[in-house]
T-cell receptor, first 113, second 114 residues
Framework: AQSVAQPEDQVNVAEGNPLTVKCTYSVSGNPYLFWYVQYPNRGLQFLLK??????LVKGSYGFEAEFNKSQTSFHLKKPSALVSDSALYFC???????????FGSGTRLLVRP | EPEVTQTPSHQVTQMGQEVILRCVPISNHLYFYWYRQILGQKVEFLVS????????KSEIFDDQFSVERPDGSNFTLKIRSTKLEDSAMYFCASRTGTGAYEQYFGPGTRLTVT
């Protein structure tokens, strides 16, 4: 069965430092991968996606993610964290044979000043 | 920037009652979805809808659930006889057509069944 794992419930980082939020997936076939962010009392906001092509994809607010097929990972990164990046981050996968997104459990990012 | 909207933001209902959750997807989008998130758990897919019919549904989406696009703008989720375990945040999402992969989510409706 397809699944997504986010091994860290929370990531703490100081403002200005690089951040990484980890995601691994388990699917049969070629995945479409996504990152979403959720701020308090808001819906899930799309950040970026990997469909095909370049393994490094860039998205909104300076975030990027690297698709690694051999490690089945899609980690979210940002070179310099901002306090305003503090939120709940979700990794998701979709198969091309399906319409649904399968989500990870979410990682809370806390950026301290 | 266009957004998916959902009403109400919070719905409280008694067990056994029917509820209708409403969504207005982004206007040029063709694919519509419902997801739910029980407190402390993952976001789970319920159903997808395209061309006025269900294109995929999960095991959660049993006979108690139905979806409808009654006009050109609204997309609704009906739960016929609510159970305590239906208490969750329900998210509506939409996306454009073929070739567009990302789904855009609404702010959610918190459903509390007492």
């Amino acid at each position: 069965a397809q699944s997504v794992a986010q091994p860290e419930d929370q990531v703490n980082v100081a403002e200005g430092n690089p951040l990484t939020v980890k995601c691994t997936y388990s699917v049969s076939g070629n995945p479409y991968l996504f990152w979403y962010v959720q701020y308090p009392n808001r819906g899930l906001q799309f950040l970026l996606k990997y469909i095909t092509g370049d393994n490094l994809v860039k998205g909104s607010y300076g975030f990027e993610a690297e698709f690694n097929k051999s490690q089945t990972s899609f980690h979210l990164k940002k070179p310099s964290a901002l306090v305003s990046d503090s939120a709940l981050y979700f990794c998701a996968v979709r198969m091309d044979s399906s319409y649904k997104l399968i989500f990870g459990s979410g990682t809370r990012l806390l950026v301290r000043p | 920037e266009p957004e998916v909207t959902q009403t109400p933001s919070h719905q409280v209902t008694q067990m056994g009652q029917e509820v209708i959750l409403r969504c207005v997807p982004i206007s040029n989008h063709l694919y519509f979805y419902w997801y739910r998130q029980i407190l402390g758990q993952k976001v789970e897919f319920l159903v997808s809808f395209y061309n006025n019919e269900i294109s995929e549904k999960s095991e959660i989406f049993d006979d108690q659930f139905s979806v409808e696009r009654p006009d050109g703008s609204n997309f609704t989720l009906k739960i016929r006889s609510t159970k305590l375990e239906d208490s969750a945040m329900y998210f509506c999402a939409s996306r454009t057509g073929t070739g567009a992969y990302e789904q855009y989510f609404g702010p959610g409706t918190r459903l509390t069944v007492t």
